[in-house]
């Protein structure tokens, strides 16, 4: 899949674990989310084919987006966590193509809601609501404009209930 940026997006290969690292490694201040990645990499809900890479032309990944299962009450949905792209490519597309990526492929899989905990700028125009307004909350307190969800499917109205997370996420 091709973007508007000319960026290649594709599903993560076994040969990207090392570069997925290093985005990730590179795009945040600690190695905690490096460390959340690869937690989920050996957790119940890593849905293979929905670790997200954006690449240029020679094939490099540069930015990474990953799905998860997560439950949204019984509900199964996905959270979208973390994002990265290497501070050089930021601000390129390279993280919205992957983004724009793993949403498409999760609805080519039948997946129908999906949460993100994060700038409430940035997500809305993949097509992230507020959560609460429909009665989806956390256990924990978060800015209620960060909790965002959305249904890939509009004829499946988001379920309400408390997000629950895999276990690597700790919450």
Not at 112 to 141: E, K, Q
Request: glycine share 10%.
């Amino acid at each position: 899949m091709r973007t508007r940026n000319d960026w290649i997006t594709r599903a993560e290969t076994g040969a990207d674990i090392p570069a997925v690292r290093e985005i990730i490694l590179a795009a945040f201040e600690t190695p905690l989310e490096a460390g959340l990645v690869d937690a989920l990499r050996t957790d119940p809900s890593w849905i293979d084919g929905l670790s997200i890479v954006s690449a240029g032309e020679d094939g490099k990944p540069v930015g990474h987006a990953l799905l998860t299962r997560c439950h949204i009450g019984d509900t199964p949905a996905l959270c979208l966590a973390p994002v990265a792209v290497l501070p050089e490519h930021q601000h390129n597309g390279a993280g919205s193509a992957a983004i724009r990526a793993a949403l498409a492929t999760a609805e080519d899989m039948g997946e129908r809601y999906v949460t993100v905990l994060g700038h409430p700028a940035y997500y809305p125009r993949f097509g992230f609501g507020r959560a609460s307004a429909h009665g989806i909350g956390l256990t924990i307190d978060v800015p209620d404009e960060a909790m965002m969800a959305m249904s890939l499917d509009e004829t499946h109205p988001l379920p309400s209930g408390t997000v629950r997370y895999a276990a690597p996420f700790g919450i």
